[in-house]
């Protein structure tokens, strides 16, 4: 690797690549420690509540939650051997990989966006409209919104980090394969799948084996 990515205070690439990735590391373990919280929340009170949580988990499209899921899970690959053409030194086949993670990205916040105007035409706000009347079925979706609004942002701070690494190394491939950020956003990425993957069967999945 070419010493025009160091910067300082590093003194070799290998020191840099880990402060870089020791430094994303102790920022997953927050954004872990924040949803953490939030699953926290749910259990306790779908213990509470378990019809409520049941009847309102019918309720969720889990076709959109599907496809969705398969979204991010090919994302998920692409970013994968995105990385490891850029260290093969392959890289038009690495930007390629990651503008193809940017366009799933963005199909899965469009896909939402359609999920969500539908849950709002079901008035599945919680509210004096919300149309389930069992105790704690306004506490589900209380979650759902939250939990998959946060879960969008972070996409959308995912999406922002992959543009960054498109726009800066269109012209010169080379740079993914010296750079610590291809690593960095890899990483950050692979944390917003796993998050959905918990989140899939929470919000969709629950419920659904009950009849």
């Known amino acids: 690797m070419s010493d025009a990515f160091l910067r300082k205070p590093f003194e070799s690439l290998e020191r840099q ?23 926290a929340g749910y259990s306790i009170y779908r213990g509470l509540y378990p019809h409520g949580f049941l009847a309102a988990g ?19 690959l692409t970013i ?13 086949m690495a930007w390629r990989l990651l503008v193809v993670t940017f366009v799933l990205g963005l199909s899965f916040l ?8 539908e849950d709002i035409g079901k008035h599945l706000l919680p509210g004096p409209d919300f149309p ?14 939250i939990m998959t609004g946060v879960h969008a942002v972070h996409v959308t701070c995912g999406l922002i980090a992959l ?12 740079w993914l394969s010296g ?33």
Do not use: C
């Open 163 to 174: 543009l960054r690494l498109i726009a800066i190394s269109r012209k010169n491939f080379a």
């Open 110 to 117: 469009i896909l939402k966006g359609f999920e969500y105007r």
């Open 132 to 145: 389930l009347a069992q105790p704690g079925a306004q506490i589900f979706f209380s979650y759902y919104w």
């Open 179 to 211: 750079s610590a950020s291809e690593d960095a956003t890899a990483l950050y990425w692979h944390l917003v799948d796993i998050i959905w993957i918990v989140l899939y069967p929470l919000l969709y999945l629950v419920g659904r084996s009950h009849g």
């Open 17 to 39: 690549h880990m402060a870089v990735s020791f430094g994303m590391w102790v920022f997953l373990v927050s954004e872990i420690l924040l949803f953490a919280g939030l699953f």
């Open 80 to 92: 994968a051997v995105a990385g490891r053409a850029a260290r093969a030194d392959f890289g038009r």
């Open 58 to 76: 019918r309720e969720t499209d889990i076709v959109y939650g599907t496809v969705n899921t398969a979204i991010l899970m090919t994302s998920s």
